[in-house]
T-cell receptor, first 112, second 116 residues
Framework: DSGVTQTPKHLITATGQRVTLRCSPR?????VYWYQQSLDQGLQFLIQ???????AKGNILERFSAQQFPDLHSELNLSSLELGDSALYFC???????????FGPGTRLLVL | AQSVTQPDIHITVSEGASLELRCNYS??????LFWYVQSPGQGLQLLLK??????LVQGIKGFEAEFKRSQSSFNLRKPSVHWSDAAEYFC??????????????FGTGTQLKVEL
């Protein structure tokens, strides 16, 4: 157990819908990262937040957005969902913006 | 841009045999290098990391990896594999980005099967 928690574990929804994935970092960690794991794209970095501010951005779609709240938990919002958004979404955290990342168990999203 | 290559998609070894998983990276400076393991239905667990210093690093579960700058490699090894080591293994490189950010670039993974 890394100490990073993600909810929900599984999510099934329909195309066109919007979902929110939640992540709580390890105690004391200020930085949160989001990754997408899919069969065709592998593990892809989406976005990083550090102490509430966006710090780095990867290949995140415009339909996706994230934020980190004052209590340091983070949410990833996925809207206008498409079949291709079905994937495992991981959250990771680290103490600072540049240290080792520890991953949560992931949220498996299935878009039907 | 940085990249990571794991040339072996699948590897099968017998329990008790030695293991080496290959990883090659492309990056302009000295990278931060990591190995993570993903068991079925589980998240990514950090096995070991290299930031600087001794090029042979020890990790959890009896794994070790050696950084070879001349070969741009960071291969993972274990002298004697256990059935519980069956999982998918990911090599990753993590440069420091301009602005103080960070991200990991992962290889495509190596699926390890252990025969009893």
């Amino acid at each position: 157990d890394s100490g990073v928690t993600q909810t929900p574990k599984h999510l099934i929804t329909a195309t066109g819908q919007r979902v929110t994935l939640r992540c709580s970092p390890r105690s004391g960690d200020l930085s949160v990262y989001w990754y997408q794991q899919s069969l065709d794209q592998g593990l892809q970095f989406l976005i990083q937040y550090y102490n509430g501010e966006e710090r780095a951005k990867g290949n995140i779609l415009e339909r996706f957005s994230a934020q980190q709240f004052p209590d340091l938990h983070s949410e990833l919002n996925l809207s206008s969902l498409e079949l291709g958004d079905s994937a495992l979404y991981f959250c990771a955290s680290s103490p600072s913006a540049q240290e080792t990342q520890y991953f949560g168990p992931g949220t498996r999203l299935l878009v039907l | 841009a940085q990249s990571v290559t794991q040339p072996d998609i699948h590897i099968t070894v017998s329990e008790g045999a030695s293991l080496e998983l290959r990883c090659n990276y492309s990056y302009g400076a000295t990278p931060y290098l990591f190995w993570y393991v993903q068991s079925p239905g589980q998240g990514l667990q950090l096995l070991l990391k290299y930031f600087s210093g001794d090029t042979l690093v020890q990790g959890i579960k009896g794994f070790e990896a050696e950084f070879k700058r001349s070969q741009s490699s960071f291969n993972l090894r274990k002298p004697s594999v256990h059935w519980s080591d069956a999982a998918e293994y990911f090599c990753a490189v993590g440069p420091i980005l301009t602005g103080g950010g960070n991200k990991l670039t992962f290889g495509t993974g190596t699926q390890l099967k252990v025969e009893l």
